[in-house]
């Protein structure tokens, strides 16, 4: 039968205060990040934008205890996985592989090809597909594989998004009623789904599901919970000058403050596990700005972290990938493409044809952009908000 492997992808964090600088290096390295039209430019801007925020970054970082628990949360998922699927009569070794820390994805597959794995089952920790996320993690999945012959006797398959799982869908909606079972009006209390943003750019042009994907679990997570609750989806965490999805959760929480709703319960939904943008971004800043806008009583759903129904969840995930034909790093890679008026302007999922000109161009506005970053402290990063 031979042996079994499990690979969770996920994003990784910071662990430390120290770490925080190259952390962002390696985030903003990635072209399905920071989409820019010349490979050559992706290192130097990652260095000068991680260097120019990390200060910033670290400052959230110490306001949730100095680092990011993402680390730990997913290796207590892993190992919570590891005996339900021994206790369901299929053994596995789980693996982490983080895309921008520690456990790496390629120090991940290193032990996959130590321990002999013969069956690997990939599972992102993402419920819903995002180029910028579970795509990002496949796309360097792909590109090691290519280069390692050896890999190939691997027998593998991917789970591309899992939002429609009834048991992850279950787990949330079990989570939102107790939350809303805390309010004496509980079927007035207005459930407040905050999804993390990307750009708009991203679905419109290179076809990301993720917005699609998004609004449908909201939906089923609704009708699994079955309760009358008026609800709203916005998206947070926005990141430099583009357009990214609206609403943007703080618009949210003001209009619904204007319209006089009190009592909210905040849904995290793109991520299982507390990182820094529930633990800072949503219970510290969102918290404060519904204050403000006269929602006194706000509160969080907790993210699913080792729930014991979400485990089982990711269980019933991986032996059903397991009994079912495999799909290819390259089935869950390809991406619609659109082609714009320009050729140098043609989307592709990553880096984008260079074109001389462009190079050129780019290469000023960056040189003027940087110089006067140093010079001021107040150039037009800091004023576009990558900084
Ligand atoms: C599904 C979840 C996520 C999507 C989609 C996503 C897209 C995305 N993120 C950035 C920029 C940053 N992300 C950062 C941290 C971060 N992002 C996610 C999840 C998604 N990102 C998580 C779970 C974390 C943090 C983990 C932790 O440490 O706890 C950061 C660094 C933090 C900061 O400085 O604010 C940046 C920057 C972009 C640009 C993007 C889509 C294009
Ligand atoms: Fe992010
Ligand atoms: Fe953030």
């Given amino acids: 039968m031979g042996r079994t492997g499990v690979l969770l992808l996920n994003l990784g964090g910071p662990d430390q205060l120290e770490d925080v600088r190259p952390f962002l290096f390696n985030l903003f390295s990635d072209p399905e990040i920071i989409r820019l039209p010349f ?5 130097p801007l990652a260095w000068f934008i991680s260097t120019m925020r990390a200060k910033k970054s670290q400052e959230n970082y110490r306001q949730i205890g100095g680092g990011s628990p993402l680390r730990q949360i997913t290796e207590a998922q892993a190992q919570a996985l590891e005996a339900h699927l021994q206790q369901k009569g299929q053994p596995a070794r789980v693996y982490i592989g983080m895309r921008y820390w520690h456990p790496f994805t390629e120090e991940a597959i290193a032990r996959i090809k130590r321990d002999r794995i ?3 089952v990939i599972l992102p920790l993402y419920p819903q597909f995002s180029i910028s996320t579970s795509g990002s993690s496949f796309r360097l999945m792909e590109k090691i594989w290519q280069e390692d012959p050896l890999l190939n006797r691997i027998d593998y398959t991917v789970i591309r998004s899992w ?11 079990d989570l939102i009623a107790q939350e809303l079972d805390r309010f004496p009006n509980r079927d007035e209390v207005t459930v407040f789904f905050s999804a993390h943003g990307v750009p708009v750019s991203y679905v419109e042009e290179a076809g990301d599901p993720y917005q699609k994907e998004i609004e449908e679990c909201s939906a089923l997570i609704m009708q699994n919970l079955n309760r009358p609750n008026p609800h709203v989806l916005a998206y947070q965490s926005r990141v430099g000058p583009v357009e990214w999805l609206k609403p943007y959760t703080e618009d949210a929480i003001e209009q619904l403050g204007a ?14 596990s507390e990182h820094i943008e529930t633990l800072e971004e949503i219970d510290i800043e969102y918290r404060e700005l519904a204050e403000e806008a006269g929602i006194h009583n706000f509160r969080r759903v907790p993210a699913l972290n080792t729930h014991p129904v979400f485990i089982d969840a990711l269980a019933d995930l991986v032996i059903n990938a397991l009994n079912s034909p495999s799909v290819k790093l390259a ?3 390809q991406m619609k493409k659109k082609v714009k008026m320009y050729p140098q302007e043609r989307w592709e999922w990553g880096l984008t044809t260079s074109a ?10 960056a040189l003027i952009a940087l110089l006067l970053e140093l010079i001021s402290g107040q150039g037009p990063l800091h004023l576009v908000g990558l900084l």
């Fill in 39 to 43: 490979p050559w430019l992706q290192k």
């Fill in 259 to 272: 319209e006089g709703v009190q009592d909210l319960v905040v849904v995290p939904i793109s991520f299982v």
């Fill in 118 to 120: 013969d069956r690997l």
């Fill in 331 to 333: 089935e869950v890679t």
């Fill in 356 to 365: 001389e000109v462009w190079n050129g161009r780019v290469a000023m506005i």
């Fill in 163 to 173: 939002y429609e799982q009834t048991g992850y869908l279950q787990a949330m909606a």
